[in-house]
Structure formats: structure tokens, C-alpha cells
């Protein structure tokens, strides 16, 4: 069925009149509101850990700089700071992941969410 066939019968199953179709325009724009503000917030959160990560980083190099400097052996891995600033840049990124992959799982819900309350389906 080509996207025409389904805008017709889409418009012929959900026949609004002007208040109603004025009504559901105001829902969809504040619920498209409600989440741009929720986005937005995610958003500032991991900027905010993104920088966190860049500062781990800085003291991960400082970290390797310090431990070889002067020296023309090995960096020890097993150095308690190096290792906690690899465990910190580990969690961020990780956590940097998750937060991304569950900003986009939670638009798919809410537009899988707002095509079942207004159009009484899901896709």
C-alpha cells in the first residue's frame, strides 16, 4: 500500500470536525513541547558528562606523563590513580552510551505512545 493509500484511508477513519481537529493540533503541540524540554534536558546532562570525560582524560594523560617521565621503562598499569582514571573514563563512556541509547528508546516510545492514543494504532 503506497503512503497515499494510507493518508486516505487514514483521513477517512479519523473524519475531525474543526474542533476537534483544533484540539488534537494543541495536544500534539504541547506534547511535542513537553518532550523538547525533556530532550533538552537529557541533552544538558550529557554534555555535562562529556566534559566530565575530557577532564578524566586530561588527568588520564597527566597520569601517563607523570609515570614515565624521566624514565625509559614501562608505564606501570597497576598504579591505584591510573587505574581510577581508567575506571572513571570506562564509567563515562559507558554511561554517555546509555544515556544516548535511552534518549532515542524513549522518543520511539513517545511516538509509538502518541500514534496509539490519537491515531488508535501502532506501527
Same mark, same amino acid.
Given at each position: 500500500m503506497s503512503f497515499r493509500e494510507q493518508m486516505d484511508r487514514l483521513v &477517512?477513519? +479519523? =473524519?475531525?470536525?474543526?474542533?476537534?481537529?483544533f484540539l488534537v493540533g494543541w495536544r500534539l503541540i504541547l506534547s511535542e513541547i513537553r518532550w523538547? +524540554?525533556?530532550r533538552m534536558f537529557r541533552q544538558? =546532562?550529557? $554534555?555535562?558528562?562529556?566534559k566530565r570525560l575530557d577532564?578524566?582524560?586530561l588527568k588520564l594523560a597527566e597520569a601517563v606523563v607523570s609515570g614515565t617521565s624521566g624514565r625509559q621503562e614501562? @608505564?606501570?598499569?597497576? #598504579?591505584?590513580? @591510573? #587505574? @581510577?582514571? @581508567?575506571?572513571?573514563?570506562? +564509567?563515562l563512556e559507558e554511561e554517555i552510551s546509555h544515556l544516548e541509547n535511552e534518549?532515542?528508546? &524513549?522518543? &520511539?516510545? +513517545?511516538? =509509538?505512545? $502518541?500514534?496509539s492514543r490519537y491515531l488508535g494504532r501502532q506501527d
Open positions: &477517512r477513519s +479519523f =473524519e475531525l470536525n474543526p474542533w476537534q481537529l523538547n +524540554f525533556t544538558w =546532562e550529557i $554534555r555535562q558528562m562529556k577532564q578524566e582524560k614501562a @608505564l606501570n598499569l597497576k #598504579d591505584s590513580d @591510573l #587505574d @581510577l582514571v @581508567l575506571g572513571q573514563v570506562s +564509567f534518549l532515542q528508546a &524513549r522518543r &520511539r516510545a +513517545f511516538l =509509538e505512545n $502518541r500514534m
